[in-house]
């Protein structure tokens, strides 16, 4: 499984950024995907994750409400709609993936690379 983020970039607090996890490989549709975010000087944070199937997600605390994860598994792709973004959302977004169910997944065995989002104030 290969993963590829992208969508990130630069928007004002308050306003909205679609994340994009494009997978390959003929296995991804069977993988949960999970975003996770590291911010400068700060440890990796779970962000939202959703099964294999899509019936099921999970948020970390801090986006609940705010975010919205989704896939589309004929595409092979997993989204992150991140709406009234604030500043302390500026990190680095990672796009991850795992064979084993269970949400939040305690571990990935495949990652992205990551997608910048800066929020200013």
């Known amino acids: 499984v290969q993963l590829q983020a992208s969508g990130g970039g630069l928007v004002q607090a308050g306003g909205s950024l679609r994340l994009s996890c494009a997978g390959s490989?003929?296995?991804?549709?069977?993988?949960?995907v999970g975003w996770l975010r590291q911010a400068p000087g700060k440890e990796r944070e779970f962000v939202a994750a959703?099964?294999?199937?899509?019936?099921?997600?999970k948020y970390g605390e801090s986006v609940q409400g705010r975010f919205a994860i989704s896939r589309d598994n004929a595409r092979k792709v997993v989204f992150l709609q991140m709406n009234n973004l604030k500043p302390d959302d500026t990190a680095v977004y990672y796009c991850?993936?795992?064979?084993?169910?269970?949400?939040?997944?305690?571990?990935?065995?495949?990652w992205g690379q990551g997608t910048l989002v800066t929020v200013s104030s």
């Open positions: 959703i099964s294999w199937s899509g019936d099921s997600t």
């Open positions: 490989g003929r296995t991804f549709s069977s993988h949960a």
């Open positions: 991850a993936a795992t064979k084993y169910a269970g949400l939040p997944p305690v571990g990935y065995e495949y």
